[in-house]
């Protein structure tokens, strides 16, 4: 057989890789199409974009009406942004709906290269990955968010509060009821929220929560690859709080509540993902025991890492 039939024997399947991968990207792109046009479906008279915006801006608007706004407004202030705003939900969201089928095309162009206790291993990881992350992004939309909004919007009201007093304390006799118009020289405060904004910070707290909801999965995937153990994740266990400490600093308000909720929550997940790595080490075990690898009086430690595997 001559070189350059070699070559084209060599090159043919890559092609017909090539051609599967492009036929799994368009499925997926156009899957996630649909996801983004389901959202511009209208029901009950606005688009189904509308109702999730109201749903996410919730927290805020339930702020507003415990600090005493009776009617929450938020505003726009540019003509195009109100229409961004919703196709940046539909894209975010569309994706969310079309991750099923673009999960499953991955992973059909993924499997045929690999074995069936790779298959077996790597497919509960896949289908974990975002049940986590929709909890993350539940914790953050429910219990984080609220407390963020309480935090920012309650403390521009205590400004105003002081602003009140300090300005004017000869209008606060016993059991006088402070308004702006009892300290006319105190200014009055006001929030107007631009939606994009409002949505904004929102969005960042649930992709910042179901990202850390993200750890059991990575880490316990790495732990069955044998890339960390639980003796070493529990040997770094003082580093890993620091860190902790560190990125609920960054991605709350600051909000000494707030963070220690986050800290608690991630730490928390981080002891999980030591306790499942555990578990994944001792299946390994028992597995790696009958198949005669080790007697029960021999250290893991000593053998290969390709026996690990």
């Avoid at 608690?264 to 578990?279: A, K």
Wanted: proline share 6%; with cysteine; glycine share 6%.
């Amino acid at each position: 057989m001559s070189q350059s039939e070699n070559l084209d024997d060599s090159t043919a399947p890559l092609i017909e890789h090539l051609a599967e991968l492009r036929t799994r990207l368009i499925r997926s792109v156009i899957a996630f199409i649909i996801g983004i046009t389901v959202f511009f479906i209208p029901i009950q008279g606005d688009f189904i974009a509308v109702h999730v915006l109201n749903f996410l801006m919730a927290p805020i608007v339930d702020t507003l009406r415990d600090l005493g706004d009776p009617s929450p407004t938020l505003q726009y202030t540019s003509p195009q942004e109100y229409l961004f705003t919703l196709f940046r939900i539909s894209m975010v969201f569309g994706f969310a709906l079309a991750f099923p089928v673009i999960g499953y095309q991955m992973w059909r162009f993924v499997a045929p290269g690999l074995y069936r206790q790779e298959k077996n291993a790597f497919l509960p990881f896949l289908v974990a990955s975002p049940v986590m992350f929709l909890l993350g992004a539940s914790f953050a939309q429910f219990v984080v968010t609220p407390l963020a909004m309480a935090f920012f919007l309650g403390f521009a009201d205590v400004s105003s509060v002081l602003a009140i007093v300090f300005g004017n304390p000869e209008a606060l006799p016993d059991g006088t009821v402070i308004t702006p118009e009892t300290a006319s020289d105190a200014p009055t405060i006001t929030f107007f929220g631009k939606v994009n904004e409002s949505l904004d910070i929102t969005l960042k707290f649930i992709m910042a929560f179901g990202l850390c909801f993200q750890l059991p999965v990575l880490l316990t995937l790495m732990g069955k690859a044998g890339l960390v153990s639980s003796e070493g994740l529990g040997n770094v266990r003082k580093y890993a709080m620091v860190g902790i400490l560190v990125l609920a600093a960054v991605v709350t308000p600051p909000d000494v509540v707030t963070q220690l909720i986050l800290f608690t929550v991630v730490y928390g997940l981080y002891e999980v993902s030591i306790w499942l790595v555990r578990r994944v080490e001792k299946k390994r075990d028992a597995k790696l025991r009958e198949e005669g690898y080790f007697d029960d009086d021999e250290d893991l430690s000593d053998l290969p890492e390709e026996d690990l595997k």
